[in-house]
């Protein structure tokens, strides 16, 4: 069996950055199905928008199988964790947590606006609710936010 290889992506990866993204989520778990929210989502998986990530300097990481991204984590300002997403098939095998451990070691705080879907996840590796759940451009989000253990006096 192929092993799971976590590397920085390169640019030319965004396409199957953007393969990740549509197999990993549920349109309409994320969105509310409006033109405005659609169209939120079609711009963050959009090819372009991803190669600008990974040409950002942010963070960002790939977990690939068989030469096949199954996982993407990308950061926004620092510390805002903005994109995690595993592969629906690849999903309860620890790829997302890996992705985001190999991202966080030297940071003290990160935060997300998680997908209602994602909670679950967020808060079995250490996030807890900071905020009012809201509506952005049709996409529901949950404020969250991780302390780093490591951190901590």
Request: glycine residues 10%.
């Amino acid at each position: 069996m192929t092993s799971i290889i976590y590397k920085q992506p390169q640019p030319g990866d965004e396409y199957s950055i953007s393969g990740c993204l549509w197999a990993a989520a549920d349109l309409w778990e994320l969105t509310d199905g409006t033109p405005d929210s659609v169209a939120e989502w079609l711009q963050l998986c959009h090819p372009e928008e991803l190669r600008e990530r990974i040409l950002s300097g942010q963070k960002t990481r790939v977990a690939t199988w068989n030469g096949v991204v199954v996982g993407f984590i990308a950061f926004k300002r620092g510390n805002h964790l903005s994109l995690l997403f595993v592969r629906r098939e690849f999903s309860g095998q620890g790829i997302g947590r890996a992705l985001f451990h190999q991202c966080v070691f030297d940071l003290d705080t990160v935060t997300v606006n998680a997908a209602e879907a994602a909670v679950g996840f967020y808060q079995k590796i250490g996030f807890r609710p900071q905020g009012d759940r809201f509506l952005k451009h049709g996409i529901w989000g949950i404020p969250m936010v991780w302390i780093n253990p490591a951190a901590s006096p």
